[in-house]
């Protein structure tokens, strides 16, 4: 295949990006970290850590750029351009797109120029996307391969749930406006993915802005606040076209197809009800969905609720679409799953990293349907983890997955009090890819409860030359 960059950005296919020889090992990587709800008054910053094994800098981060703006809460990044843009030799993969899910503001940051010390280079304020379209909340953003930037949101500027699109141009950044056409959005938004070959875009719904913002409201799922559907879109037409009902307050949140462009299938992880749903094309032409895994609630005293769901909050697929993992963040584990037979996934990994049902902790566990004892609590290198597992990351080649520990920081101060306290982590797991299995790398620990500015919640995880929840091949 073509050597990474002399045909555009990213790789020609998903198998080129993971086995290919001009596919180095991940040196460094790139983590928005929070300072909102931790009480201490600084803006949130991009941390560029360091994870090339050879380096003397090994496991440290080498560069912090802080945000302009106080209490953003950065949280997931996108790309300006990836693998969907690869046949066009004028694009290149050299800026971060970093919106922020409460100011709605959206940073994007020049990494091209010195992939070390990443720098900003626009700021796109607010009211461009409350003026432009009437939206707010931004979450995901994936690159078109027209060259724009599609970016997800949760809401309108008043705070209530509308799962619209904002759409900027790829080379000024400006906001062109929405992406959808019609009269019909759904009533919230969160993740997406798009299948061009199948013209489709899917979409899901996490919950009304104003009603998640500072935490969690058992009730406000009976009131409708929180999602159930995946959202059906008509790539061609930008036309919102079927919805899918997953069960009320099952909450799904990441949303995964196949990366095979061909595939006509996927999978979406639903955090309150600790399913996996696998949603394919019908013969008739429209979508449908049927459950995969379920992960068991957990019957606890000395917890909000009498019973403890997993909380499937991350889900990816890697790039040969042989493994499915994601992370429960309640319960403290990661969970790896052969989906050779996509209807029938096969658990062959599992590691706990922490998590609300440890030892000696304040929850006991009454009835457990999988475990016959509560995990001990997670201790890496001396130090004690607070917190769950749940953004995820797998490198290329699917051998190593990155882990880290906060969630959003109004549910982090929620639910892992002692994580907003001692700041939050990241690992590194090494994953079996012949026969299945997970193990915790014992030597890789980057603490963000030492930073220089206090302790740190650091969110999602991004190579610099893409990676399996960003690149899309059209």
């Known amino acids: 295949s073509a050597k990474c960059g002399a045909c555009g950005p990213g790789y020609a296919t998903p198998l080129d990006a993971m086995k290919g020889k001009y596919c180095p090992r991940e040196e460094i990587v790139y983590l928005p970290c929070i300072y909102r709800n931790t009480g201490i008054e600084k803006p949130d910053y991009l941390a560029?850590?360091?994870?090339?094994?050879?380096?003397?800098?090994?496991?440290?981060?080498?560069?912090?750029?802080?945000?302009?703006?106080?209490?953003?809460?950065?949280?997931?990044?996108?790309?300006?351009?990836?693998?969907?843009?690869?046949?066009?030799?004028t694009k290149r993969r050299n800026?971060?797109?970093?919106?922020?899910l409460i100011s709605s503001r959206i940073y994007v940051v020049d990494v091209g120029t010195d992939s070390q010390a990443p720098r900003i280079h626009k700021i796109v304020e607010p009211v461009e996307l409350f003026w432009k379209g009437n939206v707010a909340n931004p979450h995901t953003s994936h690159c078109l391969g027209s060259g724009d930037i599609l970016i997800s949101c949760l809401g309108d500027p008043s705070g209530n749930g509308k799962g619209g699109f904002i759409l900027l141009d790829g080379e000024t950044?400006?906001?062109?406006?929405?992406?959808?056409?019609?009269?019909?959005?759904?009533?919230?938004?969160?993740?997406?993915?798009?299948?061009?070959?199948?013209?489709?875009?899917?979409?899901?719904?996490w919950g009304a802005p104003?009603?998640?913002?500072?935490?969690?409201?058992?009730?406000?799922?009976?009131r409708g606040h929180y999602g159930c559907r995946i959202n059906v879109w008509d790539?061609?037409?930008?036309?919102?076209?079927?919805?899918?009902?997953?069960?009320?307050?099952?909450?799904?949140?990441?949303?995964?197809?196949?990366?095979?462009?061909?595939?006509?299938?996927?999978?979406?992880?639903?955090?309150r009800s600790g399913t996996v749903h696998r949603f394919y094309k019908t013969e008739k032409g429209d979508w449908a969905a049927e459950k995969v895994i379920e992960v068991p609630s957990k019957k606890v005293?000395?917890?909000?609720?009498?019973?403890?769901?997993?909380?499937?909050?991350?889900?990816?697929?890697?790039?040969?679409?042989?493994?499915?993992?994601?992370?429960?963040?309640?319960?403290?584990?990661?969970?790896?799953?052969?989906?050779?037979?996509?209807r029938k996934p096969k658990l062959v990994g599992q590691v706990f990293l922490g998590g609300s049902i440890t030892k000696g902790g304040p929850v006991t566990v009454v009835e457990d349907k999988e475990l016959q004892c509560q995990p001990e609590p997670f201790v890496i290198k001396g130090k004690r983890v607070p917190g769950g597992p749940?953004?995820?990351?797998?490198?290329?080649?699917?051998?190593?997955?990155?882990?880290?520990?906060?969630?959003?920081?109004?549910?982090d101060k929620q639910f892992y009090p002692d994580l907003v306290k001692e700041g939050s982590v990241m690992l590194q797991i090494d994953v079996d890819t012949e026969r299945g299995g997970l193990k915790v790398n014992k030597n890789f620990?980057?603490?963000?409860?030492?930073?220089?500015?206090?302790?740190?919640?650091?969110?999602?995880?991004?190579?610099?030359g893409g990676d399996c929840t960003s690149d899309i091949w059209i």
């Open 48 to 89: 560029t850590v360091d994870v090339d094994p050879k380096s003397p800098r090994y496991c440290q981060v080498i560069h912090r750029l802080p945000m302009p703006n106080l209490k953003d809460e950065l949280h997931h990044s996108g790309w300006n351009a990836c693998s969907s843009c690869f046949g066009d030799a």
């Open 390 to 411: 749940q953004m995820i990351q797998l490198s290329l080649d699917g051998k190593r997955l990155y882990v880290t520990s906060s969630l959003y920081s109004g549910w």
């Open 173 to 205: 950044f400006e906001v062109k406006g929405n992406w959808e056409n019609g009269e019909k959005v759904p009533p919230l938004g969160y993740d997406f993915w798009y299948q061009p070959r199948h013209n489709v875009l899917m979409s899901t719904e």
């Open 210 to 222: 104003k009603v998640l913002a500072d935490g969690f409201n058992p009730a406000d799922i009976e």
């Open 301 to 342: 005293q000395g917890w909000l609720l009498p019973d403890m769901p997993g909380l499937i909050t991350d889900i990816l697929i890697s790039l040969d679409d042989r493994f499915l993992y994601f992370s429960n963040w309640l319960h403290g584990d990661i969970r790896q799953y052969d989906i050779s037979d996509t």
């Open 235 to 271: 790539w061609s037409t930008h036309t919102y076209i079927q919805a899918i009902d997953l069960g009320k307050g099952s909450i799904p949140l990441e949303i995964r197809f196949l990366h095979n462009p061909d595939a006509a299938e996927g999978f979406v992880g639903c955090a």
């Open 445 to 464: 620990l980057v603490d963000f409860g030492k930073e220089p500015g206090g302790p740190v919640l650091a969110h999602e995880i991004r190579y610099p």
């Open 95 to 100: 800026r971060l797109i970093l919106p922020s």
